[in-house]
């Protein structure tokens, strides 16, 4: 590899997952497609080849692959290892900044980071806690949030120059509305007057995929063209198995239809009536709701992680209590029995989506982080080169 100019500052990535599509995922090729070259080279760290890798690849990004064994004694030579992996990476790219997005790969690059003395920044994309929080915390120079209820994670931390919330970016040229087009739903054996609920997740217990099944079993008679697609990757096979028999035995099986993974998820939602995330936690600011509000679709989501800094309630859709399958219901009646609702609550989103979700806010701000720590390492180091080091005497500061 040809080592970044001195002119461009090269930032190392770090991905939890090699698979494209996801959330975290697309927020990171978002934005590393996104940084101008000229003043910042992306390296990128999977833990293996995969859909995401090929992307970056086709589109000049450096990828490293780098597998983060989990933290156990069994484990030590494989972590010894992983982590001179990276050390050499980071000597090899001449890297400045490492950009981490889970706790593994915060963990692994916190000791990279104080072991060569880069800056860490840890881009925090769930609500739930981990065990190693405190520690994390200490290894990093900046800890971006995606949402502003994800602080609760570190109530402990009274350096609130630490943080930062930045929310996640949605591209509004990409996901935009349009003309419903009901013969591409008839792959799915739909009707043109069917009512098309569209839950965009992977499907595994915590984002509650058999709740919708449960609110729109409780509407099947009061409205009966109601079609619910599950899009998103079967990651939990009991759980799918599970949501599929509740289907059954609630007697809407017809209804119910799980494509897995959907490429274009922007067609999907083009050709949908109401956007469903059911989510029970570990959600931190919901890529699916952005996505579905950028389209001009209104929303049902649940109150969970950053939800409701999303959606304001009763203006681009509700937001209502997990499990709650009964109020899921009630409000996914009032949308589907309401065309106008729609209409102006679909408006209403993308008009939110422009002005506060866009892609090129997400990263013009997360930008304005890296120029930040670059600009703090830069006064350090001309301080250094003033003092070696050390502080001047009274005698010298007077």
Not at 133 to 150: E, G, P, T, W
Not at 213 to 221: D, G, K, P
Not at 222 to 241: S, T
Request: proline share 5%.
């Amino acid at each position: 590899m040809t080592p970044s100019p001195p002119n461009r500052h090269a930032i190392l990535y770090f991905s939890s997952f090699a698979a494209a599509g996801w959330g975290g995922q697309e927020s990171l090729w978002h934005l590393v497609s996104r940084l101008d070259r000229r003043e910042f080279r992306p390296v990128v760290v999977l833990p293996h080849a995969g859909s995401l890798s090929e992307r970056l690849l086709g589109h000049g990004i450096d990828v490293r692959f780098v597998e983060l064994p989990r933290v156990a004694a069994a484990n030590i030579r494989s972590m010894i290892q992983a982590e001179r992996s990276l050390l050499s990476i980071i000597d090899q790219e001449r890297i400045g900044i490492l950009h981490t997005d889970g706790p593994r790969n915060t963990l692994y690059a916190g000791i990279a980071g104080k072991l060569k003395r880069k800056p860490v920044v840890w881009h925090v994309r769930t609500s739930t806690a981990d065990p190693y929080d405190r520690l994390l915390y200490l290894f990093c120079s900046k800890i971006i949030l995606v949402a502003d209820c994800l602080a609760n994670r570190f109530r402990f931390s009274s350096r609130e120059d630490k943080f930062i919330t930045i929310h996640n970016g949605v591209d509004v040229k990409q996901f935009a509305p349009g003309a419903p087009n009901r013969e591409r739903i008839r792959a799915f054996g739909f009707r043109a007057d069917d009512i098309v609920i569209t839950v965009s997740a992977r499907v595994e217990a915590l984002k509650g995929q058999r709740y919708v099944i449960e609110a729109c079993a409780r509407l099947h008679h009061l409205l009966p063209r109601l079609q619910i697609v599950f899009a998103g990757d079967i990651i939990e096979g009991a759980y799918h198995r599970a949501c599929i028999q509740r289907a059954h035995e609630l007697g809407v099986t017809k209804h119910v239809h799980f494509p897995g993974h959907v490429e274009n998820i922007g067609q999907l939602l083009q050709d949908t009536d109401i956007l469903v995330l059911p989510s029970i936690e570990g959600e931190a600011f919901p890529r699916a709701v952005l996505e579905a509000m950028a389209s001009g679709i209104p929303v049902v989501a649940t109150d969970c992680g950053g939800t409701r800094e999303a959606v304001e309630n009763n203006v681009c859709g509700f937001v209502v209590q997990p499990t709650d399958s009964t109020e899921m219901a009630r409000r996914i009646a009032m949308l589907a029995g309401d065309r106008a609702l729609r209409s102006r609550m679909g408006r209403a989103g993308r008009k939110i989506a422009v002005e506060r979700f866009g892609i090129e806010r997400n990263v013009t701000r997360t930008v304005d982080v890296y120029r930040k720590i670059i600009q703090s390492k830069g006064a350090v180091h001309a301080w250094a080169i003033q003092s070696n080091g050390l502080p001047k005497s009274r005698e010298a500061r007077s």
